[in-house]
């Protein structure tokens, strides 16, 4: 990977880890694919390599994005899912052909077709937003507790009560902050 481009923030959910490519939405944002070779890095990290992207498909991919977005954050508030996010979805989700396999140690790994396009890499990461907005998967969506971020992530913590989208980025952020307040406020209790 690039050293000049932001590095990736990678999760266990593959749609939220999706829209974690755009962070800090509510501060000063990270665009963490820029270019279509950007895409095609993320995808690979992600087990779905494909040979080449175009423009045209980085601009798909970033509209799949924020509609995955717009509808957990709905979900995750219990908003009705806004039609124009969930149309997105399910048209990505469609259009791809790629199909779930077993490895030999029993992981799913996804197989593209043998064109290995970016729409067919689409369509998994589309197909796993349905699944867990639809309430299929065992977890909960949630927003982080970040003013500067409030991503969608997906809880799979026990006791479903996560409050950062990535404790070692929202959340040591977070704690940081109320330390360094607590200093300001007792000097001479830091010592």
Do not use: Y
């Not at 979900?75 to 259009?95: E, F, G, T």
């Not at 077709?113 to 067919?120: G, L, P, R």
């Not at 299929?136 to 799979?156: V, Y």
């Amino acid at each position: 990977m690039c050293a000049a481009f932001p590095d990736f923030r990678l999760g266990n959910v593959l749609a939220t880890s999706f829209t974690g490519t755009l962070s800090e939405r509510h501060g000063n944002a990270v665009e963490r694919i820029p270019t279509p070779h950007r895409l095609i890095d993320w995808l690979a990290v992600n087990g779905l390599a494909v040979d080449s992207c175009t423009t045209a498909q980085l601009d798909l991919a970033r509209e799949l994005r924020e509609s995955i977005h717009a509808a957990a954050t709905a979900a995750a508030l219990q908003d009705a899912l806004p039609a124009s996010a969930v149309q997105v979805i399910n048209d990505c989700s469609a259009q791809g052909r790629a199909a779930a396999i077993l490895t030999p140690e029993g992981k799913r790994r996804w197989r593209l077709s043998s064109a290995s396009c970016v729409e067919d890499a689409l369509s998994v990461i589309a197909a796993d937003a349905i699944s867990i907005i639809a309430g299929e998967r065992d977890g909960k969506l949630a927003l982080c507790a970040s003013p500067t971020c409030q991503a969608a992530f997906f809880d799979t913590s026990q006791s479903r009560t996560r409050k950062w989208c990535d404790m070692n980025t929202c959340g040591n952020r977070q704690k940081k902050a109320r330390f360094n307040a607590n200093r300001r406020k007792n000097p001479g209790s830091a010592e």
